[in-house]
Every structure is written in structure tokens, then in C-alpha cells.
């Protein structure tokens, strides 16, 4: 004899299981929402910072005292 394992439950709390499990679908797409929304934003976050450091530490530099000219900003020495 197989046991089944049963989702939704028999008897007098049908229709307060079925409302329950409304409820939690509204949430799973909220929570869905969020992580392809942190999803995105983690990838942006990636790509802006891959592509902003370098001239962001050059701008920088720029603006210091004493203030160097580009070639001495760039060069290693």
C-alpha cells in the first residue's frame, strides 16, 4: 500500500485553506518581484562599477592638491 501525501486538506477548512492559499500566491509574486528587481539592480550595480572605477579615481586625482597633469596621473612611476 502507497501512501499519498495530500496539498490541499479534506473536511471542514476547505474554503479557509483555499482563501489561505490566495493569500500566499499574492505574496510568492511579491517576493518574486523583489529578487528579479535586486536581480537587476545587483547586475547594474556590477556594470556601473566595472566601468565608473577607474575614470572615477582619475577625476579624483584631478582634483587634488597638488594637481597633477594627466600623463603624471596615468604614469606607474
Known amino acids: 500500500m502507497s501512501s499519498k501525501i495530500m ?3 479534506k473536511g471542514k477548512n476547505t474554503k ?3 482563501a489561505a492559499d490566495e493569500d500566499d500566491g499574492a505574496v510568492a509574486a511579491v517576493g ?3 529578487k528579479e528587481w ?8 556590477k556594470v556601473i562599477t566595472h566601468y565608473g572605477f ?9 582634483n587634488s592638491e597638488p594637481k597633477p597633469s594627466l600623463s603624471q596621473l596615468l604614469s606607474p612611476v
Request: net charge positive; hydrophobic share 55%.
Open 16 to 18: 479557509k485553506a483555499e
Open 7 to 9: 496539498l490541499k486538506p
Open 32 to 34: 518574486k518581484f523583489v
Open 38 to 45: 535586486g536581480t537587476w539592480s545587483a547586475k547594474k550595480a
Open 54 to 62: 577607474i575614470p572615477l579615481v582619475i577625476i579624483i586625482g584631478m
